[in-house]
């Protein structure tokens, strides 16, 4: 069967995770660079990206299912807040240090 490059995954479990998406949908993919990372085996799995492939004839319909991926990520990301351990206060996902304390 003929694969198309569809997405590369930041990591090796995001791309289990799309894996597993495709799968709901009888997708077969094919994961590239995930056996390199265990050839160099210095590296956590976790900065490796890795190319995800699909079926040529299933390449739109993983399309779809990548771009509502995609989608669902961008709004639990604005939704996603952490709450500070010493004030309390509520701060967005993307903030490292709490924005009151600075803890
Ligand atoms: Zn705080």
């Not at 694969?3 to 994961?31: C, D, V």
């Not at 991926?69 to 993307?94: R, V």
Request: glycine residues 2%.
């Amino acid at each position: 069967m003929n694969y198309k490059f569809l997405y590369t995954a930041a990591n090796n479990y995001e791309a289990h995770f799309i894996q597993g998406l495709l799968m709901r949908e009888s997708i077969e993919s094919q994961l590239l660079g995930e056996n390199l990372s265990i050839a160099i085996g210095e590296l956590p799995t976790e900065v490796i990206q890795v190319d995800i492939l699909v079926p040529k004839n299933k390449f739109n319909q993983s399309q779809n299912i990548i771009s509502n991926y995609e989608k669902n990520l961008s709004l639990n990301n604005q939704d996603k807040k952490w709450k500070c351990k010493k004030c309390n206060k509520s701060n967005p996902f993307n903030f490292d240090i709490c924005w009151n304390c600075n803890k």
